[in-house]
């Protein structure tokens, strides 16, 4: 028996697209058949990636996002529709964080992080959602797919970035509490919880004592790469997750054990 993952004739948007684990997981979509749509603030970034996957076949469109106004909120899945169809899949991708203790944290240090990671994927999940419960009552037979990227560290607190957990901690439940609410419009909704993977972002960190440090303390003194969460967004955005709904999936490499 061979298992597929085609997503041809799905439209996928993915936000924070401009970097990172959000242009890892356009590609892989695009690759893969489906039609994305790139979403953040930086739109020049968008463009050359847009560029880079029409090079290699695929078809992509940009949007302009900023996930902390609701307004462009809107817009943005507005004109995604415009110009790509109904969304099918959602990879909830924009996060930010701080690096402080508890105590330093300020109150626009704590809304700058649960502004995006928290409230900002709940109202981007809210208002494709809107879209796909809409749809699901002229085509029941219809999937959709809301994949939330939390972290590892909404499973288990570290020291210095306690904000940041909490707000992925948000995201976690927020899931379960959209795959429970959202089910019944056939709209499977789970969350995928990475541990300390090395992008284009973070390189440097880890070339220094804290960073060396901080490898030393995972279970195979090793770092994931943006490629180890293929399979699960794959499989979750896919027809073959039918039965996945409400599901934390950790790809951590055992660290929160």
């Known amino acids: 028996m061979t298992t597929s993952f085609d997503l041809s004739g799905k439209t996928a948007l993915v936000t924070g697209a401009s970097s990172g684990l959000g242009a890892r997981f356009a590609r892989l979509l695009a690759d893969n058949g489906a039609q994305v749509v790139l979403a ?4 020049e ?3 050359e990636l847009r560029a880079e996957i029409e090079a290699s076949g695929g078809d992509a469109h940009v949007v302009a996002l900023d996930v902390t106004d609701v307004d462009s909120i809107r817009a943005a899945v507005e004109q995604a529709e415009a110009e790509a169809g109904p969304i099918d899949v959602l990879v909830n991708n924009s996060g930010v964080s701080t690096t402080q203790k508890l105590i330093d944290v300020q109150p626009d240090d704590f809304d700058f992080v649960f502004d995006t990671n928290t409230r900002g994927a709940f109202f981007v999940a809210q208002e494709v959602a809107r879209r796909m419960i809409a749809r699901s009552k002229q085509e029941p037979q219809r999937q959709a797919r809301i994949i939330n990227v939390a972290s590892m560290a909404g499973l288990r607190v570290l ?3 306690g904000i940041y957990c909490m707000s992925k901690a948000a995201v976690v439940h927020m899931t379960k509490a959209m795959a429970l609410e959202w089910a ?3 709209i499977n909704i789970n969350a995928v919880c990475p541990g300390y993977i ?3 972002i973070n390189a440097h960190h880890w070339q220094t004592e804290a960073g060396q440090k901080l490898v030393n303390m995972l279970p195979r003194r090793r770092l994931g790469k943006p490629e180890d969460l293929d399979g699960i967004v794959l499989l979750l955005a896919s027809d073959q997750s039918n039965f996945i709904n409400g599901a934390v999936i950790t790809a951590d490499d055992g660290f929160a054990l």
């Open 198 to 200: 090395e992008t284009e």
């Open 159 to 161: 020291a210095q970035i």
């Open 45 to 47: 970034r968008l463009k």
């Open 184 to 186: 019944r419009h056939n």
């Open 40 to 43: 953040s603030r930086r739109t």
